[in-house]
């Protein structure tokens, strides 16, 4: 199990409008991965569980892939 960040304070802060980095947190099925996965703290894990569902309200990430 390999994580997406080797250190968590790599990533600051998450903004709804920066589709490409939430793309990362996103796995094939279109779930948001998990904090094992994402190598985030809680708090983090939060804020991007927030920004990624803001970016599907308003149509920058798709709710379920295309598979």
Known sequence: MAKIFKHSSEVAFFDYKD???LQRYINTYGQIENRKKTGLTE???RHL???I???RHIAL???VSNN
Do not use: H
Request: charge should be positive; charged fraction near 20%; aromatic fraction near 14%.
């Open 43 to 45: 708090s983090q894990q």
């Open 19 to 21: 589709f490409k980095t």
């Open 49 to 51: 569980a927030v920004a």
């Open 61 to 63: 990430l798709p709710f």
């Open 53 to 55: 569902k803001r970016a």
